[in-house]
């Protein structure tokens, strides 16, 4: 393992780990952002209602699910090595030819050719986006224990990248919405070229160690990885992540950029704003990626994923009690406060708790896939709900929901000292503890 100790900017593996994860949601965030605008939008889009939008969102999320736990079991028994994430940055840069000419005009079909679309559409978009961005953040978080440096801080970079092309996505969507995935497809390109070509020194010596015959095995079997399912204490963790983080995607991709658009005289204005305020918002969340480790510190992984719940059930709760374009934009920013407090805690949770050889499997499975479960169950009523209610009732319903799942969480959440499952397992830094001690 490098040092602990290693200046950041001289370690090669945070660089590399970093400008990685930053292409990613720079190739991903230019057309993500806008997606729903996309689907939604008479005039620069395809004009659906929010039913036929939330019918997509739940494809794409059953699509997701599965596509994860397989990148969850395949990376855990990679272990280091990139095979995996190189495949992923290829269908990422392939996503502006895909849509200009295969899933744009099956869409707009209409019929049977618009559901084989959707069903075609939810693979390819998953396979390079919504499930690879698990991939590359369980990725880059066993780099971060292998070669020394902080998860939060590279993760950040991620963030700054999509802070980057939201700003400039509003623009292009009201040009061209298609100029979105062709910037993603380029941006995709630079990730491939990322994860093929660079390889720091330290890594290559690491991939030969693991190459050994006669080393000591370091990557979980596939009925270790198949036993994660019959861990009773994290299905109590799924059940608060499918009643909180789902909706992340359900209010915040499906619902709100449409409402902060009708704040505005025209769409073209709101569009372009929402774009701008996007950016500033995930720029915050970038700041936030290296203060929540400090938070966690002070007040412990638990709390802090409660205090996540919180930040969630009020921001989208006031989202239905404002209904001016200011005070809403202001309450828009709370979310980068929500992202960092629900994604590293929640990794920090299955490392201190669980057995590391499987902290992909186990974020795949308990975050990741809980989440996206919780859009297949919630996406499409939540969406004919909105269509028949409207904004405030719908945000009130899902702030209920939320509310009622932190209270649950206060309960069923273990605290950083309680071990769980009985035999405790340990982090690699408590083991590397133990043993200097029995030295």
């Known amino acids: 393992m490098a040092s602990a100790h290693k200046s950041a900017w001289k370690n ?18 230019i057309w993500w952002s806008f997606f729903s605008r996309w689907l939604t939008d008479p005039t620069h889009g395809l004009g659906m209602t929010s039913a036929q939008q939330g019918q997509i969102y739940s494809i794409n999320s059953l699509a997701t699910l599965i596509i994860m736990f397989a990148y969850g079991t395949i990376q855990d028994q990679l272990g280091i090595k990139r095979k995996l994430v190189i495949f992923v940055s290829a269908v990422a840069a392939c996503v502006g030819p895909f849509v200009q000419f295969v899933y744009a005009p099956m869409l707009q079909a209409g019929g049977t050719t618009r559901f084989i679309g959707v069903l075609i559409g939810s693979i390819v978009l998953s396979a390079g986006f919504m499930a690879g961005c698990s991939l590359f953040e369980a990725v880059t978080e066993r780099y971060s224990r292998k070669f020394g440096f902080e998860y939060g801080q590279s993760r950040a970079w991620g963030s700054f990248g999509y802070a980057i092309v939201a700003l400039c996505a509003g623009f ?91 704040l505005f005289p025209t769409t073209e204005i709101g569009n372009a704003t929402y774009g701008t305020l996007n950016s500033f918002q995930v720029f915050l969340e970038s700041a936030m990626m290296g203060i929540v480790p400090i938070i966690m510190k002070k007040i412990g992984v638990r709390n802090s994923l409660l205090l996540g719940a919180t930040v969630m059930f009020l921001r989208i709760g006031l989202c239905g009690v404002f209904h001016d374009p200011v005070t809403v934009s202001i309450v828009k920013l709370f979310h980068s406060i929500e992202v960092p407090l629900f994604c590293l805690p929640a990794f920090r949770y299955f490392t201190l708790h669980f057995d590391t050889k499987l902290s992909a499997t186990l974020y795949m499975v308990g975050f990741q896939i809980a989440s996206q479960v919780g859009q297949v169950i919630f996406s499409t009523p939540l969406g004919s709900l909105h269509d028949h209610l409207g904004d405030r009732p719908t945000f009130f319903t899902i702030s209920g929901i939320v509310l009622a799942a932190l209270i649950y969480g206060i309960f069923v959440i273990k605290k950083d000292d309680q071990e769980v499952g009985g035999d405790p397992f340990y982090t690699d830094k408590q083991l590397k503890a133990m043993e200097a001690s029995k030295a």
């Open 172 to 262: 292009l969507f009201n040009i061209n919405p298609m100029l979105n995935f062709w910037v993603g497809s380029i941006c995709g390109l630079g990730m491939l070229c990322v994860y093929a070509f660079w390889v720091p020194a330290e890594q290559k010596e690491e991939l030969k160690k693991e190459a050994d015959p006669n080393a000591a095995p370091t990557n979980p079997s596939f009925k270790e990885m198949i036993a994660v399912l019959k861990m009773p204490t994290l299905w109590v963790l799924i059940v608060f992540m499918l009643l909180t983080n789902t909706f992340y995607t359900v209010f915040d991709q499906q619902m709100f950029p449409n409402y902060y658009a009708s």
């Open 12 to 29: 090669p593996s945070y660089l590399q780990s970093s400008f990685g994860i930053f292409m990613f949601f720079c190739s991903w965030g």
